[in-house]
């Protein structure tokens, strides 16, 4: 069957560091997205693409940066960890044109930044 | 700006209960409306997915309703199960927006 992983699913890290969380789906999907999810804030969008090569700021755009070579992936990277991105990130594809179809997730990756 | 607001936060009920979780958005210019299940330290799970053009959907037990006019889904859980127990979210797509704006989410508990 089709699906969106995410790795790693737990990381710890320091403040200062770079760190890469992985998706990687398998439906063949134009659009994929990075949202974060937080207490009290709920789903916000980081980052997402249309296709290969496109990327977009989402509303929580600062202090991450993603880049989209192939369909399949899209990586999300945070240039210099803060503790202020400790988090549970989510990344999600779907099928139709500008994100506007039924919308896939993965399981997640909670980071903490120590 | 798209906003998604879904009341009561939190709901508990007795196992059988019908009930129904709300979602209202502020722009009724809307393409589609998705509701979500999340189980805890899980990703979200779509349940239904409504085009602008239509009135409800149904899956099972569930049935979810849109009326654009007045900027509101509802998502309606016939005999609700222990295991219906899930945060329930709802996101809208409107074009010219940013992708699907999401509410914060309903935190549903049947008690057996």
């Known amino acids: 069957d089709a699906e969106i992983t995410q790795s790693p699913r737990h990381k710890i890290t320091e403040t200062g560091r770079q760190v890469t969380l992985a998706c990687h789906q398998t439906?063949?999907?134009?659009?994929m997205f990075w949202y974060r999810q937080d207490l009290g804030h709920g789903l916000r969008l980081i980052h997402y693409?249309?296709?290969?090569?496109?990327?977009n700021k989402g509303e929580v755009s600062d202090g991450y940066s993603v880049s989209r070579s192939n369909t399949e992936d899209l990586p999300l990277t945070l240039e210099s960890a803060a503790s202020s991105q400790t988090s549970v990130y989510f990344c999600?594809?779907?099928?139709?044109?500008?994100?506007?179809?039924?919308?896939?997730f993965g399981e997640g990756s909670r980071l903490t930044v120590l | 700006k798209q906003e998604v607001t879904q009341i009561p936060a939190a709901l508990s009920v007795p196992e059988g209960e019908n009930l129904v979780l709300n979602c209202s958005f502020t722009?009724?210019?809307?393409?589609?409306l998705q509701w979500f299940r999340q189980d805890p330290g899980k990703g979200l799970t779509s349940l239904l997915l409504?085009?602008?053009?239509?009135r409800e959907q149904t899956s099972g037990r569930l049935n979810a309703s849109l009326d654009k006019s007045s900027g509101r889904s509802t998502l309606y859980i016939a005999a609700s199960q222990p295991g219906d127990s899930a945060t329930y979210l709802c996101a809208v797509f409107t074009p010219g927006n940013t992708p699907l704006v999401f509410g914060k989410g309903t935190r549903l508990s049947v008690i057996a």
């Open positions: 439906w063949n999907h134009n659009n």
């Open positions: 409504i085009q602008s053009s239509q």
């Open positions: 722009d009724s210019a809307i393409y589609n």
């Open positions: 693409s249309y296709g290969v090569q496109d990327t």
């Open positions: 999600a594809s779907s099928e139709s044109r500008q994100g506007a179809g039924e919308l896939f």
